[in-house]
């Protein structure tokens, strides 16, 4: 049982380019999140999905999108990286959202120069 | 505002001491309170868990926690600390109205021998 499995583990990006974070969970999840976590601010929540084929956006949406084809799978795309989207972000998936506990992945490390 | 609040950034405490993590929330009703550890490198395990019933509720690892209604808190204790559990612990609130949880900045620990 993998759970929760975020890929890739590292990315160096440049300022412009693109990239898309791959989150899949094995677990039959309704609800997935994406969180950023930056040094002395906890975790804030980017995007969000109750559900296959819905997404909305969460507390610090701005250059990221995401999209949830499959109940399974949950992607982040950045679409023009900057520098400030370095950061360490981290997938997590809940059965059925707030009353019941999320499950997170290993988290993924962008740096962006 | 709505927001979810450690005060302690970082504690140091002795192995085999007693620990106290304070957590303070201001959302409008009992929301689904949670905390979680992250160790070094990785994502986020869940410690325990308040919903409803009984204020003081059990965890894994030996940690507990009081739900208290009128100061809108949620402390994280253990009796006796041990060299193993220092991480960051991140206090997490989830309103019972919405689909959001919402984190503390987080509190690091440090264990002396």
């Known amino acids: 049982n993998a759970g929760v499995t975020q890929t890739p583990k590292f990315r160096v990006l440049k300022t412009g380019q693109s990239m898309t974070l791959l989150c899949a969970q094995d677990?039959?999840?309704?609800?997935m999140y994406w969180y950023r976590q930056d040094p002395g601010m906890g975790l804030r929540l980017i995007h969000y999905?109750?559900?296959?084929?819905?997404?909305a956006k969460g507390e610090v949406p701005d250059g990221y999108n995401v999209s949830r084809l499959k109940k399974q799978n949950f992607l982040l795309g950045l679409e023009s990286a900057a520098p400030s989207q370095t950061s360490v972000y981290f997938c997590?998936?809940?059965?059925?959202?707030?009353?019941?506990?999320?499950?997170f992945g290993n988290g993924t490390r962008l740096t962006v120069t | 505002a709505q927001s979810v609040t450690q005060p302690d950034i970082h504690i140091t405490v002795s192995e085999g001491a007693s620990l106290e993590l304070r957590c303070n929330y201001s959302?409008?009703?009992?929301?689904?309170l949670f905390w979680y550890v992250q160790s070094p490198g990785q994502g986020l395990q869940l410690l325990l868990k308040y919903f409803s019933g009984d204020t003081l509720v059990q965890g894994i690892k030996g940690f507990e926690a009081e739900f208290k209604r009128s100061q809108s808190s949620f402390n994280l204790r253990k009796p006796s600390v041990h060299w193993s559990d220092a991480a960051e612990y991140f206090c997490a609130v989830a309103p019972n109205t919405g689909n959001q949880f919402y984190f503390g900045t987080g509190t690091s620990l440090t264990v002396i021998p």
């Open positions: 997590a998936s809940s059965p059925r959202g707030p009353d019941s506990p999320l499950h």
């Open positions: 999905s109750v559900g296959e084929g819905t997404t």
């Open positions: 959302y409008g009703a009992t929301p689904y």
């Open positions: 677990m039959n999840h309704e609800y």
